[in-house]
């Protein structure tokens, strides 16, 4: 039997539902890990904008920087990987984005996928993304429910007929599989697999799976190159 | 806790240490769960041709096709996944290769990888899936021992100086992941990263891992697009 | 006057009704070469899918290298091109697949190409063999007629309205060549012509073309690389 | 006559002796121009990591958003652009990065560009923003000095010979143009020109220059798409 | 005050109405520069192929190659950028050509840009102008107004609808900045951003600005690579 | 018996000892083909920049346009291409560059290419017309003899070690097949295959092969897109 792990799992906004949401999604019943959900203390309640990004990424370095644990990986659990390169850099155990998490998945299961996003201004921070992780490859096309992220937190269930019409445009592009672009998503994997018959990537659950994977093949963050720790060492933040 | 699940390894040469080997690597002590490993009843005893996949990929659908049990997920262990998307194509279960699932990890671990092949012809057989896959981003070299499949997995120890030196050329090639390019290099994992300080993949190990992660998600293949089941169904295949 | 060649044109499927039309395609009258046009023993009827590609291949390679003769070059005469790498590894004549060959004369021909394919499924499948080649950059779209190979092979007459409609759509597309991607099309390459005012690729015609046209010029395979003879040398298939 | 403007330049980090570099680099004598320099009241002395680049960025975030004052034009003066995206959704004026400003010029002086970084560290993180810009197939090489930024700033002397050395590799490369890839190497255009006989672009300068270039031609940033401004509105920074 | 320079502003074709409407977007009230605007004595009256483009470049070169006069920067006002290569090559001041330098600018104003085009026909040899300068990641679309360069440069007015029409496409393509793909297009670019909310590019006014920044920053062509002067020397051109 | 054709070879130089080696390599002795071979009246005695190619081009476009035959085909046999687009655009007969056909040669004989230049300047002009074309993943490496393309001409045997050395490195760079990028380097094909052990392809010779072949599959360049007719004819070249 393997040893009790212990996870942390970061909500980089400070939405008090969304972060309950992602915690129900990496509670794993029958293992005796030990799984730290958390949202940093200030900062937008979603995250919309690389402005909100750029705050959010802030607060939630800060938090895991001033944390005195010690985890044997790290989720951010937000679609847009805010911050991720700096955690990437600042952490000894493997730190894994939940958007990145689900390329890497979807790879697995078909030659293209494409990504629900929120708000239609997510469609190009996206593809930002992609091209950023030079995927473009494989990605058949990105499209927005055009709701807020808080709205369909809230709201999944009124929103779904919307959620069936832009899922399906995206298999009419080409989409073999579909990636729910935004935490507020979880839990339509199934009911939406049920209908589209493709597979549908939840990235809070893919993410956590994925780092527990990566933990178990004995992995972690390349410590050459992009992610190489910070020259000069940590900035004291408080 | 989780049931049971029953796992499938084809390893699609036939040669008995290797199929040794790769059931040594997927063993996993403390679980419940069934891992068959096998390989097809005739073909090459190692592949390093083109050649040699078709036949071995003929002869591995021909026995999963034949086989009567039922499988949560099927990895194909011969780093060039030979077979692999029309295996994908007849099985209900997921199906992964070790060579993208290497690829899916390798991503979340740095921004480049590379490839050690055994024989100089695996090069260009290896950016050709690569480019295939749409990932040539992401890949720093690939650079060959040369040395044959057989020799490797025979005589890992007197040739574990040229390894470090292939190795050492891929860092610096920029490579911030290394990926062990062939199931005979099984079981170098920790001995390469004490020395290189990158993380080094072990494709077996960490295909098998994949595979466990996509099931665990309740994931499998899409069976949209480039993996839809064959039109006119299967062929007798004796 | 140039001697006399000898040629192979395969069929990797085994329908005579196809293999025949093939054999009209490429007799010249008025040379005194020697054209041989053979489909394997056994194997699906039509190729329609990756399983069926490695059944074909299969039965190709076997044909191929159990076959006494020798030859000038060898027509692989399926739009997927199965077995081709493998077939060039193997045969120190040039071998040329009908989707290469196609879109080689594509690019001379006009900028952006777009493929015509029998099946949806063959879609995301011509697509991925343009990315594996490179060439995804000179392809306008790849659309289907959704209708399968044998009915396209049997009745060209009665779905001729569609082949219109959808060449039209590539057209639109931006396409400033088609490609007929299906060996079961042959022959309709000057009717849509007239009608669609760009140039029609019959590929099996322009193959074997392009295949005198490399040993016209003494050229055969790179014997280094990717098709390199297979190090251990020929499997016995029986 | 046109009417007097008023810039302000941002150097994201809070090393004196580089803001004083830089206000000298984009002082305009003749002009009546108002040129502000600023650094953020806290942050890293040097930027050489993803972790001070999101700290440095949010806090010129909090500066920018936190001033009273009206620009004609923002430029942000570090290689890595930290914070751009943000700034440009959060300004109604034109925002520039040196490093976008660089590339888009020396897209206008040569086919291909190398960056010359400080430190290893920054060649990856160099390589990610030019595939984040899409620019990958116009840049030879990216090169370091090895030398920290703030050495860099502190005794350009002492090391020109190593900065002839790693330029002169870059040329080898294929550089057809030079890009200084640091704020700290201000000044050193000339005296290398002079030696390389290859344009060598000083970012800062450049930077400016661009930005004046943008408000000359009545432009500004896109309020649509990727930069469109933060959907909830600014968040209060403190 | 920095010395008056003198400028050299080429309009390829023969229209002296759209030389007139060049030398108008380029005089600048208030500065005592010298800005020569002329065409070449004979040649096509608009460039709409590749054959106006191969006369317009030749009879510009020997224009340009025969006159006497010393230029701080030479501007080539046709958005097809014909004869440009050979025009850097041949001269020693900075030499821009109107399309590379909006594209150049578009880079700093959004992620996307779409070009609007004359004629059909201008498409593909738009895409094929972007795809040779390596840019074709930031291009969203590019859209024709199916209108002749002389209507369009004697007739804006009665086309403007069908201008927003077009450009309105262009933003549902994703286009985050419009470029003005003509220059008899002058002149449309504050009406259309009025309507259309995002920047618009007129290239003949934003060239000019461009050219003036490179001679401000003390930059010209690179002489090594693709513009090296020819080595053989000038042909005598009469 | 197939009709006599009639085709028309340019050499866009002005030598007479390149034309008259071009003739004897597309004199095919036993056909009663008519093959005229060309240079214009005036112009460069060999093309080495875009200068060059330029004023070639134009004597080139001028000469065909001029000439009152019709040909079933031309071929333009330098191996930049130069002013390939216009002569596309202005003949109904097929028209084909030795580059352009020996790129489409090269796809069918490797996976990569690389082409062997004459001087330094030509590297980077090659690396943009592969750009242009869209086949840079096929290209291995372009590099030069460094010597000026008369020399080679004249002297082929006394720098025949040089073209050793230079292929060898082609070889080295993964180079499958290799190209002479230069028409003086005709007849070199065999002596340099007999020592490298890769094809060589020789391009005036492909060219000529690769025309008869697109005119013997009923084929010619698309009217359609890039190369439709230019929309207001011809333009009087005297």
Chains 1, 2, 3, 4, 5, 6 share one sequence.
Not at 56 to 62: R, S, V
Not at 100 to 112: D, M, P, Q, R, W
Not at 117 to 135: F, R, T
Not at 174 to 192: P, T
Request: glycine content about 8%; aromatic content about 8%.
């Amino acid at each position: 039997m393997r040893n009790a792990k212990k996870w942390l799992v970061v909500n980089p906004n400070t939405s008090a539902s969304m972060t309950a949401s992602i915690r129900a999604a990496v509670t794993v019943p029958g293992t005796q890990d030990e799984v730290r959900v958390i949202h940093p203390d200030t900062g937008p309640e979603s995250l919309e904008s690389f402005y909100d990004y750029q705050i959010a990424a802030f607060e939630t370095i800060k938090w895991v920087q001033n944390d005195q644990q010690t985890y044997d990986g790290i989720l951010v659990a937000c679609f847009g990987d805010p911050g991720l390169y700096a955690l990437k850099e600042i952490s000894t155990c493997p730190v894994v984005g939940i958007a990145e998490a689900s390329f890497s998945t979807a790879l697995l299961l078909g030659k293209t996928f494409s990504v629900i996003a929120a708000l239609q201004k997510a469609v190009p921070m996206m593809s930002d993304l992609i091209g950023q992780y030079g995927l473009e490859k494989r990605c058949a096309s990105i499209r927005a429910l055009d709701r807020n992220v808080l709205d369909i937190d809230r709201d999944q269930d009124s929103i779904y007929k919307l959620f069936l019409t832009v899922c399906g445009h995206c298999v009419d592009d080409g989409a073999e599989v579909l990636i729910l672009g935004c935490a507020s998503m979880i839990g339509l994997k199934e009911k939406l697999e049920a209908c589209l018959h493709v597979p549908v990537i939840d990235p809070v659950g893919v993410g956590f799976e994925m780092l527990k994977m990566i933990a178990a093949s004995g992995l972690s963050t390349s410590r050459a190159g992009l992610y190489q720790a910070p020259p000069k060492g940590l900035f004291l933040l408080r």
